[in-house]
Nanobody, 126 residues
Framework: VQLQASGGGLVQAGDSLRLSCLAS????????MGWFRQAPGKEREFVAT????????KYADSVKGRFTISRDNAKNTVYLQMDSLKPEDTAVYYC????????????????????WGQGTLVTVSS
């Protein structure tokens, strides 16, 4: 599956932004999806994941209550709605796909994701 992330940009603290990730090439509904991010000078970290059925989600503590992951299997797209953005949310955001079994521990591990998008840059100014 090929993944194309979009929606990044420059915003101010407190603003909202919605990222999208369009999948193509294989049946999107077969994959659990995740969002990860990498801030300048830091390792890539888990942000959020959603199971293939869209009924299960998991968030990093740092974004819980501010970010919402969702998916539309008819549109082959996963979204990340980001509200109340903070400067520390500045990073390149990546979407990823995993065809394994979803569970709230396993699905936070980036090594288990087989397919990755190219990343979209989110910059939050103070």
């Amino acid at each position: 599956v090929q993944l194309q992330a979009s929606g990044g940009g420059l915003v101010q603290a407190g603003d909202s932004l919605r990222l999208s990730c369009l999948a193509s090439g294989r049946t999107f509904s077969q994959y659990n999806m995740g969002w990860f991010r990498q801030a300048p000078g830091k390792e890539r970290e888990f942000v959020a994941t959603i199971a293939r059925s869209a009924s299960l989600t998991k968030y990093a503590d740092s974004v819980k209550g501010r970010f919402t992951i969702s998916r539309d299997n008819a549109k082959n797209t996963v979204y990340l709605q980001m509200d109340s953005l903070k400067p520390e949310d500045t990073a390149v955001y990546y979407c990823a796909a995993d065809d394994g079994v979803w569970n709230p521990l396993r699905s936070t591990r980036e090594v288990l994701y087989d397919f990755w998008g190219q990343g979209t840059l989110v910059t939050v100014s103070s």
